[in-house]
């Protein structure tokens, strides 16, 4: 079954109260959409993944490991074995205690791996922020379309009531014959 499109100016002003030029971008993107009776949503993952560069990607995959349990326990594994190294080779140790080596390591890889979790965070807030735009635009437009349908409901109750009542009114004079 073939719709025919709705004027986008007609859609604006009839539930947004005001004409399709004066909406923000956003906005008349939707009326547009509900006018032309076509889908508004997208997935956003899809079109933020595919503008990432290789180095966003890395700085994804560093981030997701950097917070997870493996990583906590490997690294619990390796400051325990780097201990235990150092303290049982005593005198011969390559970091004796109190393990001023370690320390120095531990600090480059909090200063390398702080601003790329950092950089990951900041890509996932724009893909949020996407995501929440769409959101929106998805929710507006079924507003939009739940108000139409439900002034055509009232308007087909109406026509019943209408119908009804011209029934009623044949029946009395039907019966008054």
């Known amino acids: 079954m073939n719709h025919i499109p709705l004027d986008a100016d007609h859609v604006s002003r009839r539930w947004l109260g005001k004409a399709a030029r004066e909406l923000p971008a956003q906005e008349a993107s939707v009326v547009a ?3 032309d009776r076509r889908p508004i949503s997208e997935d956003i993952n899809e079109t933020f993944d595919d503008r990432q560069t290789f180095g966003e990607r890395l700085a994804d995959r560093v981030a997701a490991f950097g917070g997870s349990w493996p990583f906590i326990i490997a690294f619990g594994v ?3 074995l780097w201990t235990v ?3 049982l080779l005593r005198k011969e140790a390559f970091d004796p205690y109190p393990f001023i080596f ?3 390591v531990l600090s480059m890889l909090a200063a390398v791996q702080a601003p790329v979790i950092m950089m990951s965070q ?3 807030a724009a893909k949020d922020r996407l995501d ?3 959101d929106y635009q998805v929710n507006l437009k079924a507003e939009i379309e739940i108000m139409a349908l439900l002034e ?3 308007h087909l109750a109406a026509r019943q009531q209408e119908q009804t009542d011209m029934i009623q009114r044949l029946l009395q004079e039907r019966n008054a014959r």
Do not use: M
Request: glycine share 4%.
């Open 33 to 35: 959409s509900a006018a």
């Open 78 to 80: 390796f400051l325990a």
């Open 85 to 87: 190294i150092n303290l």
């Open 102 to 104: 370690l320390n120095l």
């Open 122 to 124: 900041n890509r996932q």
């Open 132 to 134: 929440a735009g769409n």
């Open 152 to 154: 055509k409901v009232e």
